[in-house]
């Protein structure tokens, strides 16, 4: 889109059609397992989670946070365990009732800035894919600015769409664009358009981290698109994989995923 500098969907759902995906569809319908699945991740979850913390920390002018889109609370658990103070606003009942079991404040409601504004300001607002799902991201990061303390930060993770292995897939291997998937990714960013929108909307970029990419499992031959359960256990040599070097050579892991955007690939 030469208005945006990003891809979307068009035209987009509507607000009715976003409302009855995700208070009713989305962990019942669409993504039936995930519960389950969460669980079975959680501690590499939980790795993933303590690793942004402590970039967050680093920079973050204090410990106050916002999570938007807090799915299963896992998340605000981990940064309650290392000492933030953060509330979610996730619209799902199933996910919001499943957070509160772990101790966490959540709001059960659609993220407004409205909305948000008396829990605040925040030191950090964090987005775990978030950004692709919603209709308006320009005018999200534009709410999401004013309620940040001075100097705070917002960390957006969002998948890389369109990237050379997605692209190499596509148009040498046969492969459909799998990664297009409305109405729940309506936006689809790469490393190069995000960090654009990002500095146009006033933002400056303080880090950049891409992850082991599930693409290296399509290149090996393990197709697991629509193929659930290869697709997991594929998940999970990459988890396993990410747990040893976490383990092990966590200071190496890092900076490996530090060299992955110069790439455009994680």
């Not at 059609?17 to 669409?30: G, N």
């Not at 070097?245 to 200071?251: D, E, I, R, V």
Request: charged share 20%.
């Amino acid at each position: 889109c030469e208005t945006c500098g990003f891809k979307h969907v068009t035209p987009l759902p509507s607000d009715e059609e976003l409302a009855k995906l995700y208070e009713e569809e989305f962990y019942t319908t669409t993504k039936p397992n995930y519960f389950a699945h969460v669980e079975e991740d959680k501690e590499w979850w939980n790795m993933h989670f303590t690793m942004r913390l402590e970039i967050l920390e680093h920079h973050a002018p204090g410990k106050k946070i916002l999570d938007i889109g807090s799915g299963p609370g896992y998340f605000l658990e981990c940064a309650k365990r290392c000492g933030w103070d953060g509330v979610g606003f996730e619209p799902s009942p199933q996910a919001a009732n499943y957070s509160r079991k772990l101790g966490v404040q959540v709001v059960n409601d659609f993220f407004t800035y409205e909305k948000a504004l008396p829990y605040g300001p925040f030191d950090v607002i964090y987005l775990e894919t978030v950004l692709e799902h919603v209709p308006y991201p320009i005018q999200f990061l534009t709410d999401i600015r004013k309620l940040l303390s001075p100097g705070g930060l917002v960390s957006i993770v969002s998948p890389n769409d369109y990237n050379p292995f997605q692209i190499l897939l596509k148009n040498q291997l046969g492969f459909k664009p799998w990664w297009v998937a409305p109405p729940q990714h309506l936006n689809y960013f790469n490393f190069d358009s995000i960090k654009k929108l990002l500095v146009r909307l006033g933002w400056s970029v303080t880090e950049c981290l891409g992850t082991i990419p599930m693409e290296l499992f399509l290149l090996s031959g393990d197709n697991y698109i629509g193929n659930d359960p290869l697709g997991r256990a594929c998940h999970a040599k990459r988890k396993q994989l990410e747990k040893n070097l976490f383990a092990h050579w966590k200071n190496e892991l890092m900076r490996f995923y530090q060299t992955l955007p110069s790439h455009g690939i994680g």
